[in-house]
Structure formats: structure tokens, C-alpha cells
């Protein structure tokens, strides 16, 4: 059965150092989506990307994050500047369409900073 | 801010019996319900979609939709320790990004 796959499933990064966290979404899908998990805490909604482009975005997805597409299998999270607060699992999704269509989460990656 | 609801249990029930999850949600224009199980330390894993008020049975589990009352749940039948999770109700929201909003979820403790 086809997933979604993330690495690294671990990183260990110093404040103020940039991550990048990459996911490869399942083949057929268009549509991507980061979220994050706060240990302890709920599943957050960071960004959704369709067609190269960022089609929403949360209030805790500012101008320290990014994404990217750099080709046919990859979907990237960059982390510009780490903050302590910045520690969480990061989740990737991909569903085949948009409206009602199911989210597939990734194994995650545990994102710590020190 | 839309909002999704959950009690975060835990919520204990003997194996074999009936575990109840509840959720209830902010946002009228929601169209999509999702239940996802989430073991310690992994991802989100899907149970069930609801679209349509009423009732969808697969397998073990049954999710009920009351859209006018803002309400999802979630019936586990036949409880298992292996169902023993956190599940995580979420709420497809109006909006042109397909975002979902998750509740805190509910852990479940299936006793032996």
C-alpha cells in the first residue's frame, strides 16, 4: 500500500541553525500539507501546497518557514533560523484531491532544538 | 478561531465492551469528519471519514454525524488492548487550503 515516507525520522539541531525536512508524498497525489505536534499538545495545521503554490497558510507558519517542491517526488520543509520553541514532531499529509478527499500523514520527524 | 472538541479522557472501558468518543466542532460549513488513532510517539492513523449525517459502519467501528447539533463520534465495538490509543477527531474546514483543525484527542485505555 502506498505512504507517505519522511526523513530523517530524528533531527538534532542548535538554535538559530536551519533544518530542512523532507517527505515524499504518495505518487498520485497533488495535494501536500505540513502539520506539527507540540509534545503533549494537538495536531497543528501549518501549510498546504497544490500546483507549486501555497494555498493556506497558519499564523504559525511565518517567514522562518518555507516550502518547496524541488522536484517530481520531494516536498520539503525548511526551518530558516531554529528556536527552542521550534521542538515538535512534523508531520507531512497528501491527499489525491482537495474538498473531502482523506489526509495521509507520514511517519513523522522529531525535530529537536537545542 | 474554529474549533475542535474533545474530552481527553482517558476514557477506560473493559475488553469486549463498547468505548463512545465524542467530539464536537465550531465550524457550521464543515462537510468532512475524520477519526484518526494515534499511538504514542507516531503519526495520525486514519480510522474512518464521515461525510453525511447518520451512521457509517466498517468493521469495529461506527462513526455517527449530527451536523445540526456540530457532533461526531466514534463506537469501537468489541474493545481490544491493542486498541488502547489516543484517537484524534478533525474537522475539514471551509477554506480554499483543505487545512484540518484536530481536537486534543481522547485516550483510550482498554483494560484486560
Known amino acids: 500500500e502506498p505512504e507517505v515516507t519522511q526523513t530523517p525520522s530524528h533531527q538534532v539541531t542548535q538554535m538559530g541553525q536551519e533544518v530542512i525536512l523532507r517527505c515524499v508524498p504518495i505518487?498520485?497525489?497533488?495535494?501536500f500539507y505540513w502539520y506539527r505536534q507540540i509534545l503533549g499538545q494537538k495536531v497543528e495545521f501549518l501549510v498546504s501546497?497544490?500546483?507549486?503554490?501555497?494555498?493556506?497558510k497558519s499564523e504559525i507558519f511565518d517567514d522562518q518557514f518555507s516550502v518547496e517542491r524541488p522536484d517530481g517526488s520531494n516536498f520539503t520543509l525548511k526551518i530558516r533560523s531554529t528556536k527552542l520553541e521550534d521542538s515538535a514532531m512534523y508531520f507531512c499529509?497528501?491527499?489525491?484531491?482537495?474538498?473531502?478527499?482523506?489526509?495521509?500523514f507520514g511517519p513523522g520527524t522529531r525535530l529537536t532544538v537545542l | 478561531q474554529k474549533e475542535v472538541e474533545q474530552n481527553s479522557g482517558p476514557l477506560s472501558v473493559p475488553e469486549g465492551a463498547i468505548a463512545s468518543l465524542n467530539c464536537t466542532y465550531s465550524?457550521?460549513?464543515?462537510?468532512?469528519f475524520f477519526w484518526y488513532r494515534q499511538y504514542s510517539g507516531k503519526s495520525p492513523e486514519l480510522i474512518m471519514s464521515?461525510?453525511?449525517?447518520g451512521d457509517k459502519e466498517d468493521g469495529r467501528f461506527t462513526a455517527q454525524l449530527n451536523k445540526a447539533s456540530q457532533y461526531v463520534s466514534l463506537l469501537i465495538r468489541d474493545s481490544q488492548p491493542s486498541d488502547s490509543a489516543t484517537y484524534l477527531c478533525?474537522?475539514?474546514?471551509?477554506?480554499?487550503?483543505?487545512?484540518?483543525?484536530f481536537g486534543t484527542g481522547t485516550q483510550l485505555k482498554v483494560e484486560l
Open positions: 499529509a497528501s491527499s489525491e484531491a482537495l474538498g473531502t478527499d482523506t489526509q495521509y
Open positions: 478533525a474537522v475539514h474546514n471551509t477554506g480554499g487550503g483543505n487545512k484540518l483543525t
Open positions: 505518487s498520485n497525489h497533488l495535494y
Open positions: 501546497f497544490y500546483n507549486n503554490e501555497i494555498s493556506e
Open positions: 464521515i461525510y453525511s449525517n
Open positions: 465550524d457550521r460549513g464543515s462537510q468532512s
